[in-house]
Each structure stands twice: as C-alpha cells, then as structure tokens.
C-alpha cells in the first residue's frame, strides 16, 4: 500500500474529482463496516490522491446515516495521513456569503444520536483526544498557502455548527447559532472531525458556501432550494482543483 499525499472527502454536490488521473477504485471494509462508496485514488501533480464522496456517489446516504468511521478507517487503511473535507455549508455570518469558500478553524457539535467516537465497543481503549482546536493547524496553513499561491480567495477562519438534519434549521436554531458564534452551519461536520483526531488524521474542511442559512440573507424569507444549493457549489468548486494543485504541485 502507497503513501497518499492527499485524501479528499467530497460532500454535497462534489461526487468525483475529474482532475484525478490513471484512477483505481477500491473497496475496502473496515473494522466498522463499508465506506459510502469506492475510495478513487489516482494521480494529481504527480501525487497520489484518494477520493471518496461522503454521501456515496448517487447521494443516497443522509447526513445521520453516513458511516464516518468507516469512511475515515478507510482512507486511513489505505495510506493516508492527512484528510481534506469538502462541505456544502449554509452562510450564517456576513463574511460567509453564497459561493465563498471558508476554512473553519471551531466548530460547534449539535448533532445528537451519531455514533461519534471509535471507543463504543467493549475493550477498546477509553480515548479523551485534545479538541480544543478540532481542526488540523499545519494542514489549515497548507490550504491557506495553496489557496494564496492559486489566487483562489478563501475566508481563513470561521466556525462550523454541525446540525443533525436531514431536514435545513429554522431560523430561530440559525439565530441561536449566530448568538453561539457559529459562522457556517451544515450535518456532516461532526462527528468527522472528532473521528478524525481519534484516528491519528490531519483533518481540515473547506466550506462551500452554498446558501444564506434560513433567515440569516438580505432576504429572510427566501426558500432555500436545492436547485440554488447545487448551481452554487458548482460555481464555488471552480477554485478548489486550483488549490488542490498548489497544495500537491
Ligand atoms: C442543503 S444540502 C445539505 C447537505 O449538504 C451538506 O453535505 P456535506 O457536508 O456532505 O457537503 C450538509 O451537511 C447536508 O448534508
């Protein structure tokens, strides 16, 4: 098994990484079950890297039924050390409008009912992981330098508030949230992350910015449509394979 320089893990809209060349799909089982899907490796400037989408490749899987240990397990099975997680997000605050891509450096866990942690299972290591910041800082620097280098604008600090959904919050959560100092709201931000920090990953997420968070644009009383949330992201994903390549070239 080969070192891969970079996995990425797509969300909302982004199913494949059509930069990748001479591709290989694995399937890999892990300890806690299959990944959403096939984890695609192949090349990107010379470097292996693997891709997996996180809902699964036709979006079959909701945000509470993913199973994140296994898609982390995975990645981390076939060689990976560091993990980029592509999220769909909600603007929540002004710097965080449609289209911009935001690397959060907190997060704020409301999800409820998810299996969050590796040690669930009697006889397994009792872990107590340092959070305190939940994403990986040497990474988030990478992205930022790669991002600068690609002239691609991204916001460098924010944070996440990982709602349970499936369905989107309303605007009094999305109000609760601004007053918890939550920047981007989205389902599939935790318990990823925590996994990840348990499994040993650098692990940081760009945001895509798909939609004002209910009641929190120039118009609170616009209907968020998925219509608008996929023609955003792909707007949005212009930059990122720009970046990708800065941070692997
Ligand atoms: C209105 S789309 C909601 C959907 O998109 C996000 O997914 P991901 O983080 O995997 O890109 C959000 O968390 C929801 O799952």
């Given at each position: ?5 970079l ?33 695609r490796?192949?090349?990107l400037?010379?470097?292996?890297v ?5 809902h699964g ?24 050390t560091?993990?980029l997680a592509?999220n ?6 002004a710097?965080c ?5 935001v ?9 409820w009912?998810?299996i ?10 009792v ?12 990474l ?51 318990p ?27 118009d ?10 996929l ?5 949005a994903m ?12």
């Open positions: 098994m080969g070192v891969i320089d996995a990425i893990i797509g969300g909302t809209g982004v199913y494949a990484l059509a930069e990748l060349a001479d591709v290989e799909a694995h399937q890999p089982v892990t300890h806690y079950g299959p990944p959403s899907g096939p984890v490796i192949g090349t400037e010379g470097r292996r693997a891709f997996l989408a996180r490749e036709g979006h079959s899987l909701p945000p509470h039924r993913i199973n994140y240990r296994a898609n982390l397990a995975a990645l981390k099975a076939l060689g990976a560091r993990v592509l769909t997000v909600g603007g929540i605050t710097q409008p449609p289209r911009a891509l690397m959060p450096d907190q997060l704020i866990d409301y999800t009912g998810r969050s942690t590796l040690c669930e299972e009697p006889g397994t290591d872990l107590h992981v340092d959070f305190g910041d939940p994403y990986t800082q040497s988030r620097a990478q992205v930022a330098i790669a991002a600068e280098r690609a002239g691609v604008a991204i916001v460098e600090q924010g944070c996440y508030g990982a709602t349970q959904g499936p369905r989107l919050e309303t605007k009094a959560e999305i109000a609760r949230m601004k007053r918890d100092g939550c920047d981007l709201v989205g389902m599939t931000g935790m990823e992350a925590g996994l990840a920090r348990e499994l040993g990953l650098d692990y940081a997420c760009l945001g895509i910015v798909a939609n004002w968070a209910a009641g929190a644009g120039p609170p009383d616009e209907i968020i449509t998925m219509d608008e949330v023609a955003n992201v792909q707007a212009d930059g990122v394979p720009r970046i990708l390549r800065a941070m692997l070239g």
